[in-house]
Nanobody, 120 residues
Framework: VQLQASGGGLVQAGGSLRLSCAASGSIFSIEAMAWYRRVPGNQRELVAIIISGGRTKYADSVKDRFTISRDNAKNTVALQMDNLKLEDTGVYYC???????????????WGQGTQVTVSS
């Protein structure tokens, strides 16, 4: 299973970026897809998660600014980031909890990080 993330870049404060991530390979079912980030000096933190059924959860710092969405048919997840702030700068990682076979347990997969830089 591979997770391929894209969409990072440089943007001015107040601007928008959209991150995308596609899961491919031997996937039986996806239980959750999420975005994490590692900001300078901090540990990796959960930004947003969407679970099967469509329920979402956001970090307090991004509520009302970021929107996570998922295309179940394509095994993709997107993160629309609006009104970006300087403190949103960091490396963003796509994550998925999924099963590769019906009888298997859930497994954690990570994509490569994508850099988001917000400038003043």
């Amino acid at each position: 299973v591979q997770l391929q993330a894209s969409g990072g870049g440089l943007v001015q404060a107040g601007g928008s970026l959209r991150l995308s991530c596609a899961a491919s390979g031997s996937i039986f079912s996806i239980e959750a897809m999420a975005w994490y980030r590692r900001v300078p000096g901090n540990q990796r933190e959960l930004v947003a998660i969407i679970i099967s059924g469509g329920r979402t959860k956001y970090a307090d710092s991004v509520k009302d600014r970021f929107t996570i969405s998922r295309d179940n048919a394509k095994n993709t997840v997107a993160l629309q980031m609006d009104n970006l702030k300087l403190e949103d700068t960091g490396v963003y990682y796509c994550n998925s909890v999924l099963k590769t076979r019906p009888s298997g347990g859930s497994m954690d997969f990570w994509g490569q990080g994508t850099q988001v830089t917000v400038s003043s």
